[in-house]
């Protein structure tokens, strides 16, 4: 699929620090550790309705991400895929009388468009799952031929599952016990029921046929793709086994991200699928979490089309630890909306305080687990004291201006 719009990062003077971002799987904040390449891959949208706040938060979290290694001197294979083929974009096709096709087209065209007014660094790859139905088919043929996959004994549609013990590992990655795994399964997309399965956990990996589903013939017979193994057969042909970061909303960790990781595993025989399991936390609306399935959403392209700034945007969602599930509000906005004015006030002044202490403090505290709240501090305090003194070093406005832009993704 084609991919959004680069934006121009600029560099700042000074040294940029080693990221470190909390990781599920061990349940610590460590340091990344990528090479010269860093690799990351962040789960995408299923494109059956607009870009919501709670998506824009998960990606301007990873964007976050994006600019601290940029800012370190790492070039960056970013993968993100589109689930553009899968239950809820069916349904909600078939409620609207839409074709999916068309109705999934419209909505990735939508959240390339939010993506790019939001100056997120677009993905070298940005995947659609009907596009790499040929690959994952490999991929699910393989587990089947090395015993990790079965088909279900149900003559009419002998579905591929996935033997989730496969690995030995199964578990790592979120830490659940049995009964919050057993839950999470049944209420994020599992079928804990299907009659055949050898485990209620056991995960499908590919549907047969059922009249009017959209299916697409291969080896494993006319069929398409589960879910979990989407996202692995996409990260691993193009990032390989233990890439940098796995990223996506909290609600992944169970059941996506564990099966995302197991299947790529037991395929591989390698550990582990990503160094780094990274999770943003859930944003609400009025008490609730704000997802397409409830209905209670603010749309960024609503916002967009209100005149809102996606400076003002990102403030709002920065004003908060990404990690802390948190309330979209209108006054949090307003906030944002005040901040973003005074900053900009500032750097445009003639001079200012030195910036170097300000920089260095902001770079620090992005550093540690993408400290946002107080990163926004520290910037404030540097355009407090500039529109109070006025005066002062000639350069700083504009070294302020480049490292908000690069390091939180802020024009001023
Ligand atoms: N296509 C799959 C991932 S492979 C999917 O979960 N799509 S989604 O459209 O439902 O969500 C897209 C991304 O937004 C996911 O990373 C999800 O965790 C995140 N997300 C969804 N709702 C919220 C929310 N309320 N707050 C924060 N992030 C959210
Ligand atoms: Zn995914």
């Not at 294979?77 to 239950?87: A, G, I, R």
């Not at 070093?393 to 024009?411: E, M, N, T």
Request: aromatic letters at 8%; proline letters at 6%.
């Amino acid at each position: 699929m084609q991919t959004w719009s680069s934006v121009t990062v600029p560099r700042v003077p000074g040294t940029a620090r080693p990221l470190r971002l909390y990781d599920t799987a061990t349940g610590q904040v460590r340091p990344t550790t990528p090479g010269k390449l860093a690799r990351m891959y962040v789960c995408g949208i299923t494109p059956y309705d607009a870009t919501h706040l709670g998506h824009a938060a998960t990606y301007l979290t990873f964007d976050l991400v994006h600019r601290q290694w940029l800012d370190a001197g790492h070039e960056v294979y970013y993968v993100q895929n589109v689930t553009d083929v899968d239950e809820p974009l069916l349904e909600r096709a078939e409620r609207d009388q839409d074709d999916w096709i068309v109705l999934g087209m419209r909505e990735t065209a939508l959240f390339r468009e939010d993506m790019e007014a939001l100056r997120v660094v677009p993905p070298r790859e940005f995947v659609g799952a009907v596009e790499s139905i040929p690959e994952i088919v490999e991929v699910i043929a393989k587990l089947l031929t090395d015993g990790s996959a079965y088909r279900v004994d149900d003559p009419e549609y002998p579905d591929v599952y996935f033997d989730h013990n496969a690995t030995g590992r199964f578990g790592y990655e979120s830490n659940y016990d049995a009964e919050t795994m057993a839950k999470f399964f049944a209420e994020r997309g599992g079928d804990p029921d299907r009659p055949g399965k050898r485990d209620p956990l056991d995960a499908l990996l590919w549907r047969c046929a059922r009249p009017g589903e959209p299916a697409w013939e291969s080896e494993l017979g006319a069929g398409r793709p589960g879910w979990h193994i989407e996202c692995s057969a996409i990260a691993i042909n193009r990032l390989g086994m233990g890439f940098d970061v796995q990223g996506g909303g909290s609600d992944l960790v169970f059941p996506h991200h564990e099966y995302s990781a197991a299947h790529a595993e037991a395929l591989s025989g390698e550990h582990p699928f990503a160094r780094h399991y990274v999770h943003a936390g859930m944003i609400g609306l009025d008490g609730e979490k704000m997802s397409k399935s409830r209905g209670n959403l603010v749309f960024v392209s609503r916002l967009r089309a209100d005149g809102v700034e996606a400076g003002a945007i990102r403030l709002a969602l920065f004003a908060g630890h990404y990690r802390e599930d948190r309330a979209w509000t209108p006054d949090l906005l307003a906030r944002a909306e005040e901040r973003l004015a005074r900053w900009r006030e500032a750097v445009a002044l003639a001079a200012g305080p030195p910036a170097e202490d300000t920089v260095a403090r902001l770079r620090d505290h992005l550093a540690n687990d993408l400290d946002t709240p107080k990163a926004l501090t520290a910037v404030d305090a540097w355009v407090e004291e500039a529109r109070q003194r006025q005066g002062g070093d000639p350069d700083a406005p504009a070294v302020v201006r480049a490292a908000v832009d690069s390091l939180l993704g802020i024009a001023l």
